[in-house]
């Protein structure tokens, strides 16, 4: 009887609708027969119009089911193609068939020409061209040759008085350099701050008092066998890093003040005064510890003292550096 049992529930189930919604054709043919003959057996009239109903809705159910598939399958073909990116015809391969508004053999009426070719997409501009700065200007070859042959007095009037990038229109004053002129060490930083710019000096305030302390612990002094430089002589707005284009401004200035001084070691305090040293892009991290060359000169990285202030931490790096140029001086004194 479990058989007949679950066949009867199967069909009050199927009767609120709370049944499958299809089965295969044998395996309903078979059920259908069971119910029958249980409730034939049973005394009860067979619902045949009910049975008759879920039958035929059985039997239309896979067709159904195809006919939506063919629908999905459908909106996906040309859902893809209208994704599919569309390429302008070339001059070499002319698009074929009809053209739009020409008419087709026979006296047939206009046609739509293909989609590709009837609404065809223009290409998106390219923003990141136009968002990119754009890059720094050459260097004026006669102005960095006349630059080279300046001596102390004319190179120092000439930052002063110089106007070749935008930071001049906002500066208090230019900052050239400090130092002794004959100085075997030569330390390069950033650009100027807000009170490097009032006094005229670099490495002054609280970055100045820690780098004099940090020169205090390798035996150095300022003014004492020390030259004191920046990559960019001008200040730029709100203290933040100078762009390539300023660096390169300034860069003939640095070259002869490097040229004037003869060092035997630079020390490069940051990236940027690293990459206008070096010509090439430098991280700070990756670079500390070893010796890099400019024009027979050798070269340190190490962390601006600026940087030092906000991140304490990294003092005792900066003191492995030091260390290690005072190892590198001895080797090339």
């Given at each position: 009887?479990?058989?007949?049992?679950?066949?009867?529930?199967?069909?009050?189930?199927?009767?609120?609708?709370?049944?499958?919604?299809?089965?295969l054709?044998?395996?309903?043919?078979?059920?259908?027969?069971?119910?029958?003959?249980?409730?034939?057996e049973?005394?009860?009239?067979?619902?045949?119009?009910t049975?008759?109903?879920?039958?035929?809705?059985?039997?239309?159910?896979?067709?159904?089911?195809?006919?939506r598939?063919?629908?999905?399958?459908?909106?996906?073909?040309r859902?893809?193609?209208?994704?599919?990116?569309?390429?302008?015809?070339?001059?070499?391969?002319?698009?074929?068939?009809?053209q739009?508004g020409?008419?087709?053999?026979g006296?047939?009426?206009?046609v739509e020409?293909?989609?590709a070719?009837?609404?065809?997409p223009?290409?998106a501009?390219?923003?990141?061209?136009a968002d990119t700065p754009?890059?720094?200007?050459?260097?004026?070859?006669?102005?960095?040759?006349?630059i080279?042959?300046?001596?102390?007095?004319?190179?120092e009037?000439?930052?002063?008085?110089?106007?070749?990038?935008?930071?001049?229109?906002r500066?208090?004053?230019?900052?050239?350099?400090v130092?002794?002129?004959?100085?075997?060490?030569?330390?390069?930083?950033?650009?100027?701050?807000a009170?490097?710019?009032?006094?005229?000096?670099?490495?002054?305030?609280?970055?100045?008092r820690?780098?004099?302390?940090?020169?205090?612990?390798?035996?150095l002094?300022r003014?004492?066998?020390?030259?004191?430089?920046?990559a960019?002589?001008?200040?730029p707005?709100?203290?933040?890093?100078p762009?390539r284009?300023?660096?390169?401004a300034?860069?003939?200035?640095?070259d002869?003040?490097?040229?004037?001084?003869?060092?035997?070691?630079?020390?490069?305090?940051?990236?940027?005064?690293?990459?206008?040293?070096?010509?090439r892009?430098?991280?700070?991290?990756?670079?500390?510890?070893?010796?890099?060359?400019?024009?027979?000169?050798?070269?340190v990285?190490?962390?601006?003292p600026?940087?030092l202030l906000?991140?304490?931490?990294?003092?005792?790096?900066?003191?492995?550096?030091?260390?290690?140029?005072?190892r590198?001086?001895?080797?090339?004194?």
């Open positions: 009887m479990a058989p007949r049992l679950s066949s009867r529930r199967d069909a009050v189930l199927r009767e609120m609708g709370l049944g499958p919604i299809w089965r054709r044998a395996r309903q043919a078979e059920a259908d027969a069971t119910e029958e003959a249980f409730e034939q049973a005394g009860e009239p067979a619902a045949t119009g049975a008759a109903t879920i039958a035929t809705s059985r039997a239309e159910a896979p067709r159904a089911e195809t006919s598939a063919e629908t999905a399958r459908a909106e996906t073909a859902a893809e193609t209208q994704r599919a990116p569309v390429f302008p015809p070339t001059a070499a391969a002319p698009a074929a068939g009809p739009p020409a008419a087709r053999p006296g047939a009426r206009n020409p293909p989609r070719h009837a609404a065809a223009q290409p501009a390219t923003p990141a061209l754009p890059p720094p200007s050459a260097p004026d070859p006669a102005r960095s040759a006349r080279a042959t300046l001596d102390w007095e004319a190179l009037a000439g930052i002063h008085d110089c106007r070749a990038c935008a930071l001049c229109e500066r208090k004053q230019a900052v050239p350099g130092g002794d002129r004959q100085a075997r060490w030569m330390l390069v930083g950033e650009a100027p701050g009170e490097e710019d009032q006094r005229g000096e670099p490495f002054v305030g609280q970055a100045g820690l780098l004099d302390n940090m020169l205090a612990a390798i035996g002094k003014g004492e066998d020390v030259y004191i430089a920046n960019v002589k001008c200040r707005p709100h203290n933040r890093t762009e284009g300023e660096i390169a300034c860069l003939p200035y640095l002869r003040q490097i040229a004037l001084v003869q060092p035997q070691l630079l020390i490069a305090l940051g990236r940027p005064a690293a990459q206008a040293l070096l010509d892009e430098i991280a700070i991290s990756a670079a500390r510890g070893k010796r890099f060359e400019r024009a027979d000169v050798a070269v990285v190490t962390y601006h600026a940087y906000r991140n304490p931490q990294d003092k005792a790096k900066a003191w492995e550096d030091l260390c290690f140029a005072r590198l001086m001895a080797e090339v004194g």
